[in-house]
């Protein structure tokens, strides 16, 4: 039987609540205290676990790329002038040719074997002509011959520290000789709040499925952290203050979904203030995702608050939760685009809030999705990316935000 005694609630009145912070300022605030940390800790994993982590070390070639000088085409490995008489064949993966090419001979060579000694160059098939066992052609000194450590020379660093490991990277770590990576995954563990949310089959009336629950894990994994455990916890600040203090000691980040506006049920600011939490972020002036909030609990993790509605809390991961999992894990925010677009249609700006809109782009420019509203997802499961329109602008001209992927 477990006798535990229960997390004791904080009977602390909720903290004041700030102004909310505008939406480039919550972004920018999320990055600067999360790469203001420690690092997390440093594990060493095998490629085919490794992605979407982020390196911790630079990845160094353990060979040279090529390690030999090798054919960069099919053809002929050729010695002095020509015709060449050919004297066999070479296959990529064959040992070296123990003897040199002298003036006047050729081998065939596939692209990728070794060229023997003494290659002037490596006459391609589609440029040479053929006769009964010789071949010509036109060359230069160097065609077509790859050098050993031309593209990656050992010891060369391929990837630097904080690279995000996409497939390409793996690829790339296989083929400078690792089995393993060292590398970050900040933790994260989600606590889903609400007596009304059902986490499986069809809801009855007057119950919500948990849309928020299925789109964590990848977005998480995007940003570089890895999603440990996902907890339902009912309106009740008891159990949310025990779930908070369970997931603590498990986690880098902690998102709380649901719970951080002011309604009845709302107990996180109270919850945290227990906890004794230093709030970073509470309140962001957007539309939608305005009640989320950031906090930072005495040694212990960050905690992310993100709206219940599951619209809202995709845009606020966007702003809050992705910059801390990238800053923590030491890698870029994979959302930004660095680009701008032109809306089309009758996109209005809100006096006072950013609006991020889903978008399907067109050509140069971006349309709005329909159903955008806070607790909607049908617009935002098609669109290719958020248009963030700044308050009072134009309107017309926005940034653009990728989506998880």
């Given at each position: ?209 948990d849309a928020i629950g299925p789109m964590l894990p990848g977005t998480v994994s995007w940003a570089g952290g890895v999603l440990t455990a996902i907890t339902h916890v009912g309106d009740d600040p008891a159990e949310l203050t025990a779930a908070l203090e369970r997931a603590v000691g498990e986690a880098d980040i902690v998102a709380v979904c649901g719970a951080s506006s002011a309604g009845p049920a709302d107990h996180l600011r109270a919850v945290l203030g227990g906890f004794g939490a230093g709030f970073v972020v509470d309140g962001v002036a957007c539309r939608p995702g305005h009640p989320q909030l950031l906090a930072a609990l005495p040694e212990g993790p960050l905690v992310v608050g993100l709206p219940g509605n599951p619209g809202a809390a995709l845009v606020a991961a966007l702003t809050l939760l992705v910059p801390v999992i ?80």
């Amino acid at each position: 039987m477990d006798t535990t005694p229960p997390a004791p609630v904080s009977t602390r009145p909720s903290p004041r609540r700030r102004a909310p912070q505008t939406w480039p300022r919550a972004r920018a605030a999320a990055r600067e205290l999360a790469t203001a940390r420690p690092r997390g800790a440093v594990t060493e994993v095998a490629l085919g676990e490794a992605l979407g982590s982020t390196l911790a070390v630079d990845l160094v070639a353990r060979v040279a790329v090529p390690s030999l000088d090798t054919a960069a085409m099919d053809g002929y490995a050729v010695a002095g002038s020509g015709p060449w008489r050919v004297l066999g064949r070479l296959l990529a993966g064959a040992e070296p040719r123990d003897a040199a090419l002298s003036c006047g001979q050729a081998v065939e060579i596939a692209t990728g074997a070794p060229v023997p000694a003494g290659t002037l160059a490596v006459l391609a098939h589609e440029e040479a002509e053929r006769n009964a066992h010789t071949v010509s052609g036109r060359v230069r000194p160097g065609r077509h011959i790859r050098r050993r450590g031309e593209t990656t020379p050992l010891g060369s660093v391929a990837a630097p520290a904080g690279s995000p490991v996409t497939p390409a990277l793996l690829a790339l770590a296989a083929g400078l000789g690792h089995d393993t990576l060292r590398v970050r995954r900040p933790a994260v563990h989600a606590l889903v709040t609400g007596d009304e949310v059902r986490l499986h089959g069809t809801p009855a009336p007057g119950q919500v499925r948990d849309a928020i629950g299925p789109m964590l894990p990848g977005t998480v994994s995007w940003a570089g952290g890895v999603l440990t455990a996902i907890t339902h916890v009912g309106d009740d600040p008891a159990e949310l203050t025990a779930a908070l203090e369970r997931a603590v000691g498990e986690a880098d980040i902690v998102a709380v979904c649901g719970a951080s506006s002011a309604g009845p049920a709302d107990h996180l600011r109270a919850v945290l203030g227990g906890f004794g939490a230093g709030f970073v972020v509470d309140g962001v002036a957007c539309r939608p995702g305005h009640p989320q909030l950031l906090a930072a609990l005495p040694e212990g993790p960050l905690v992310v608050g993100l709206p219940g509605n599951p619209g809202a809390a995709l845009v606020a991961a966007l702003t809050l939760l992705v910059p801390v999992i990238a800053g923590l894990a030491g890698r870029p925010d994979p959302a930004p685009t660095g680009r701008r677009v032109r809306l089309a249609g009758d996109v209005r700006p809100h006096p006072v809030d950013t609006r991020l809109i889903g978008v399907r782009l067109c050509g140069e420019g971006a349309l709005a999705v329909e159903h955008v509203g806070p607790a909607d997802l049908r617009g935002v499961a098609v669109a290719d990316a958020i248009a963030v329109v700044p308050p009072q602008g134009s309107g017309d001209l926005a940034e653009l935000l990728r989506l998880p992927r």
